[in-house]
Nanobody, 123 residues
Framework: QVQLVESGGGLVQAGESLRLSCAAS????????MGWYRQAPGKQRELVAT???????????NYAGSVRGRFTISRVNAENTVNLQMDSLKPEDTAVYYC?????????????WGQGTQVTVSS
């Protein structure tokens, strides 16, 4: 089992910045990718950004087109933490942001999710 604890959400104005953090604990050796997804009211959950976590192959990032160039995902392996720096925020970035960890354990693959943190951007 893996536990994910998010922090850093809040209310900001358009153009401002926020930093989200996600700390993983438990069976972290099984995690291959960590990232952030978001879900706005009435919409499906969507990918924001991901980063691979392997010690030799890790650090590869992937971004949704709508956030590329504004958001930066990074990892701190020693702290089992993944951060999402969000700059130049727009009202359409308003959503609940969820931390995600994808795991592989033998033939078993799946996802762990955090509880979500609210990000609200006012115009």
């Amino acid at each position: 089992q893996v536990q994910l604890v998010e922090s850093g959400g809040g209310l900001v104005q358009a153009g401002e910045s926020l930093r989200l953090s996600c700390a993983a604990s438990g069976s972290i050796f099984s995690i291959t990718v960590m990232g952030w997804y978001r879900q706005a009211p009435g919409k499906q959950r969507e990918l924001v950004a991901t980063i691979t976590t392997g010690r030799t192959t890790g650090g590869r990032t992937n971004y949704a087109g709508s956030v590329r160039g504004r958001f930066t995902i990074s990892r701190v392996n020693a702290e089992n933490t993944v951060n999402l720096q969000m700059d130049s925020l727009k009202p359409e970035d308003t959503a609940v942001y969820y931390c995600n960890a994808k795991y592989t354990y033998g033939l078993d693959v799946g996802d762990y999710w955090g509880q979500g943190t609210q990000v609200t951007v006012s115009s």
